[in-house]
Each structure stands twice: as structure tokens, then as C-alpha cells.
């Protein structure tokens, strides 16, 4: 990170603003257990550092906000905590969407829409689209239920489905992308993980081939508008290069 971002102040050649960020919020149990708390309470802390994080974006620029709010694998955890975060994520629905509306937020979801989802979730998260589908400002993407390997089985078998009926010629990694959960989400410029952990669990892993990672100490609840100005701060600094070659010679090389 160091080398990379000595060379950023000789000039990145990352815009400076991302136009997709996507985190991956992670820390709450850890937070909570910290101060003595359940673990449901870090969940309920995390809802403002999630709106923290939306001023944040819009005061940047950003255009595309990507958060991994519950993945597949996080059927795993106890039954008591799986109806909570259902249940929590329900009322934080309930309660914001028109804060999300009045900053002109467009909301979209990504991930298997089915149970063991709730049905009265799944139809309040395409109210949400619909009440939302106006706003132009910046798009927030919710995953919920999300995982990156499903998301990819259910894009393969559309492909085959659709060159089985003869609708679609061959598959490439247009025809793949075009049939993703969301088509119309760009590729990920940066993509954040709080709480130290620096894996990526399943999140994005076609639409973040490039993306650049930057790994916070922050717990989720403890994050806000600057900790996401300085991952941007560090962003911006990268040498983003698609595989082409370098364009001008690292600090640590001689001059030419
Ligand atoms: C992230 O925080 C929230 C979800 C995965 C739903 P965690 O609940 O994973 O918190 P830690 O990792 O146990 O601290
Ligand atoms: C990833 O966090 C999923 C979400 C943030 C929703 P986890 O805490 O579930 O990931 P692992 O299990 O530590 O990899
Ligand atoms: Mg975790």
C-alpha cells in the first residue's frame, strides 16, 4: 500500500473519485461483544454508519453504492439471529426509504429473491424498488441472500436456457454479464471490507474482477463519512492497469 501510494502522489492513474463502491459491512457481533452487548445490537448500530456511508457517497460523487447486507452463507448463524436480521433489515425499510427518496437514492436489490427469504420481505423490497425507481442521484444496491457463486449458476443456466430456445447465439461474457442479478450495475471501482478481515465471502467476484480492495480496521458500526473519504484517499492514490502495462516508472525505479 505504501509503494502504491508514493506513487499515487507522483500522480494515480485512478480517477479519483470511484464511480462504483461496494463494502462488504463487516464487524457488528464484534463491536457489540466489545461493549458487552449482544450481538444484534452491533446489527442495530450498523444501520447508521449504512446512512453515513450514503451522505458520504453523494458528497463525494459517487454514483453506484453496492452493500453486502446478508450473504448466502449467513443462513448458517443461529436461528435467533437469522430472524432478527430479517426482521431488522424489514423495519429499516420501513422506517428510511423515503430519507433515501428525498436525497433522490435510487434503491435496487441483488441476490436470490426465494425463500428461505420471507414473502412479505421480498414484496417490500420491490415496493422499495418501485417507490425509488425516479431517483437518479446515486444508486444503492442492497444484497441480501446475496452469494456471487449463485448469482453466477442462476446467469449460466439463463445463458443455456436461452441458447437451448434459440434466443441467444453463444455465450460470452456479454451474454453472462447481461444476465446477472442486476444488468445494469457497473463494474466495481473500489471495494471496502471493514473489521480487518481481507476476504471477499462470496460478494461480486464477476463484477469485481478489477475492482481495487482496501481493507479497514474499522467495525462496521464504528464507520462514517471520513473512514470512507480516506479508503477513497487511498483509492484514488492506486495504479489501476487492467493488465496493460505501467505508464510511467514507480518511485522506486530510476528515472529514464
Ligand atoms: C456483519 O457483521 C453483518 C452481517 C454479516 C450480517 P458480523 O455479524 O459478521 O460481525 P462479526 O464478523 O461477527 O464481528
Ligand atoms: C460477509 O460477512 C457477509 C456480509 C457482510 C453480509 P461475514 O461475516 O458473513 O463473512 P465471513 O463468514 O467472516 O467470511
Ligand atoms: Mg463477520
Known sequence: MAASASRGRRGGSADRVPGHVAIIMD??????????LRRNAGHEAGEEALFRSVEGALAL?????????????????????????????????????????????????????????????IALMERTEERTAHCSRMTLRIAFNYGSRSELVDAARRAAEDVASGAL?????????????????????????????????????????????????????DFDEAELARCV????ARDRRFGGAQDRPSSAEPEA
Do not use: H, K
Open 169 to 221: 447465439r453463444r455465450i460470452d461474457a456479454r451474454s453472462l454479464a447481461a444476465r446477472l442479478d442486476d444488468p445494469a450495475m457497473p463494474d466495481v471501482d473500489l471495494l471496502i471490507r471493514t473489521s480487518g478481515e481481507q476476504r471477499v465471502s462470496n460478494f461480486l467476484l464477476w463484477q469485481a474482477a478489477y475492482a481495487e480492495l482496501v481493507f479497514t480496521d474499522v467495525l462496521w458500526p
Open 233 to 236: 484517499a487511498v483509492y484514488a
Open 27 to 36: 464487524g457488528n457481533g464484534r463491536w457489540a461483544n466489545a461493549r458487552g
Open 61 to 121: 460523487g459517487v454514483r453506484d453504492l453496492t452493500v453486502y447486507a446478508f450473504s448466502t452463507e449467513n443462513w448458517r448463524r443461529s436461528p435467533e439471529e437469522v430472524r432478527f436480521l430479517l426482521e431488522f433489515n424489514r423495519s429499516l425499510l420501513l422506517r428510511r426509504v423515503d430519507e433515501l427518496i428525498d436525497r433522490d437514492v435510487r434503491v435496487r436489490f441483488i441476490g436470490r429473491r426465494a425463500r428461505p427469504v420471507p414473502g412479505r420481505l
